[in-house]
Every structure is written in C-alpha cells, then in structure tokens.
T-cell receptor, first 112, second 112 residues
C-alpha cells in the first residue's frame, strides 16, 4: 500500500483558496488518489478522486502532476463550513477487496 | 443515496462486558469495514469483510471479532471490553472493485 504524507493542520481565512498537498512517493501504476472530508462527530465522506492531470467537481479540484508522486486538493473560496479534516488515500481500484490507510489527515480550520 | 447506519451513536459499557456494534447498509455493497478513530491516530482499520461470511484482519484486530451473516449487516464484537477500547467506531461499505467508501455516523463507545 502506498503511504501518504500530508500536513497535520492548516488555517485559512474565509473566502481564500486552500490547497492541501499530499505526498505519495511509492504510488503504483494501478493506484488512484482519493480525498475524503470529515466533519466533527461524523464519518468521512468522499470528495474527489483522480488518476492523473486534473479533476474538478462541484466541491473541489484535484491536481496530479505527471509523476503522480503527489497530489493537491484545492478548495475554492472556503467558508466556515469547510472546517474539517481532509484525508488523502491512495489505492488500487481494480481489486475486489483491499485495505486502505487513512492516516491522520489534515485538519483545516477556516477563520472568519 | 447510500445509507450506512450504526446501531448506536453513544454507548457506555463496563470493563469485561461483551459489546456488539451493528452496521447496516442498504446498497447491496459487497465490502464492509470497521475502523476506530482516536485523537492523533486517524482512522485505523480493525476488520473488513469482502463478502458474506468472509473477513480479513485489518491493522488492529486484537480484542475484536466480526460477523457477516448477511450481506447488508456487519457486526463488530468486543469479547471483553477494556478501557483502551474507548473510542469512536466507524463502519463503512463499498462496491467491490471501487475505491469509494461510504461511512456511517459512528458510535462513540466509552468503557468504564
């Protein structure tokens, strides 16, 4: 399983763009990159997933460079409700079952 | 919408008691997971099940067992609860071959 490294915490003011970078140096050819968001007292929820280049949805964008050894989750114009822990995961999408490692995530605090 | 439910949001038990945590999903997912989440340690996988009656140990299975008699239900059993099992327990499910996991709201267990 590819190990991921991300910052423990980040602060941002409301209205700013936030970029959270995740390192995954030993990512395998079949691995996808997935980000989850977890609010206090709730389970994590899926935000975005990608394999290479850029993926965008209504919540966030995911930038993946050509070597795929890192990825950056971008949250445009954050609000107080974006305060949460963000997890980066790397894993094979082809398996019928697999273990994934969530790690400790990045705690984002949005400040008014 | 995928729905994953857990039998209790909060639970208080005494040391030595046998504890059952139930998880039910309504989307016919093959794979189901039990995690525990502790401050500073992120989510750690206890057990997962890739199909009915199938189970695999996760990273921290000691002191726990699981049961998957029906596809929609995955139970976590603490045979003899101990204070170091006080934690938030999260259940998740997913489609086999996909990476996205869907989480329940969690059960906060306190063992006295």
């Amino acid at each position: 399983l590819a190990k991921t490294t991300q910052p423990i915490s980040m602060d941002s003011y409301e209205g700013q763009e936030v970029n959270i970078t995740c390192s995954h140096n030993n990512i395998a050819t079949n691995d996808y990159i997935t980000w989850y968001q977890q609010f206090p007292s709730q389970g994590p929820r899926f935000i975005i997933q990608g394999y290479k280049t850029k993926v965008t949805n209504e919540v966030a964008s995911l930038f993946i460079p050509a070597d795929r050894k890192s990825s950056t989750l971008s949250l445009p114009r954050v609000s107080l409700s974006d305060t949460a822990v963000y997890y980066c995961l790397v894993g094979d999408r082809s398996g019928g079952y697999q273990k994934v490692t969530f790690g400790t995530g990045t705690k984002l605090q949005v400040i008014p | 919408d995928v729905k994953v439910t857990q039998s209790s949001r909060y639970l208080v038990k005494r040391t030595g008691e046998k504890v059952f945590l139930e998880c039910v999903q309504d989307m016919d997912h093959e794979n189901m997971f039990w995690y525990r989440q502790d401050p500073g340690l992120g989510l750690r996988l206890i057990y997962f099940s890739y199909d009915v009656k199938m189970k695999e140990k996760g990273d921290i299975p000691e002191g726990y067992s699981v049961s998957r008699e029906k596809k929609e239900r995955f139970s976590l059993i603490l045979e003899s609860a101990s204070t170091n099992q006080t934690s938030m327990y999260l259940c998740a499910s997913k489609i086999a071959g996909e990476q996205t996991q869907y989480f329940g709201p969690g059960t906060r267990l306190l063992v006295l």
